[in-house]
């Protein structure tokens, strides 16, 4: 079956101008997570989404960083003013929903999209 | 908050030789245990996983298994391969968290 896709996978844009980035998770899944991956920071966790909401926005840097899900499904990445700190490579996973607190489902990551700031 | 400590790459090493890779945690609680592993060119999958104390996770001839007492997962293979060059990041998930935390990642590369 078709795993988790992300688009674009290159962006190039010049500091100032907006972006977005877009994850269709893996069908049914209803947990979605945005994760950066950059040189200086390694992988951080941005935010997590359950359905259409985001109950846990903890690793979103700065107010320029805003995500929305729409129909439970594809989620969009918003980085506003974009600023040179900002190039990195953005992951989106999805996962099942927990059938308890102390299981584990599977995170399954898409290819990223590389995001250049010049 | 929680964190992970992997050792710094890269790390080279020849074909058949044996395989260590160190990782230890700080959390509350009692996480679970992850190894993703990252291939030149594609995105992160699971390697293996362990979600409690004394559980071994193994897959592709890797082991690591959790040591509660010394809050490590260390990732080990007995004969590694050309094919297993990649970059290794151990990660964690806090009890009755969502998130993952990872470790800033260990680029393995095997030479002939």
């Known amino acids: 079956g078709a795993g988790v896709s992300q688009s674009p996978s290159n962006k190039v844009t010049e500091k100032g101008k907006d972006v977005e980035l877009r994850c269709d998770p893996i069908s049914g899944h209803t947990a979605l997570y945005w994760y950066r991956q950059s040189l200086g920071q390694g992988l951080e966790f941005l935010i997590y989404?359950?359905?259409?909401?985001?109950?846990?926005k903890s690793g979103l840097p700065s107010d320029r960083f805003s995500a929305e899900r729409t129909g439970g499904s594809v989620s969009t990445l918003t980085i506003q003013r974009t600023q040179q700190e900002d190039s990195a490579v953005y992951l989106c996973a999805s996962s099942l929903a927990r059938l308890r607190v102390s299981s584990y489902n599977e995170q399954f990551f898409g290819p990223g999209t590389r995001l250049t700031v010049l | 908050g929680d964190s992970v400590t992997q050792m710094e790459g890269p790390v080279t090493l020849s074909e058949e030789a044996f395989l260590t890779i160190n990782c230890t945690y700080t959390a509350t609680g009692y996480p679970s245990l992850f190894w993703y592993v990252q291939y030149p060119g594609e995105g992160l999958q699971l390697l293996l996983k362990?979600?409690?104390?004394?559980d071994k996770g193994s897959n592709k001839g890797f082991e690591a298994t959790y040591r509660k007492e010394t809050t490590s997962f260390h990732l080990e293979k007995g004969s590694v391969q050309v094919s297993d060059s990649a970059v290794y990041f151990c990660a964690l998930s806090a009890s009755g968290g969502n998130k993952l935390t990872f470790g800033t990642g260990t680029q393995l590369k095997v030479e002939l």
């Open positions: 989404f359950q359905g259409n909401s985001a109950p846990d």
């Open positions: 362990a979600t409690k104390a004394d």
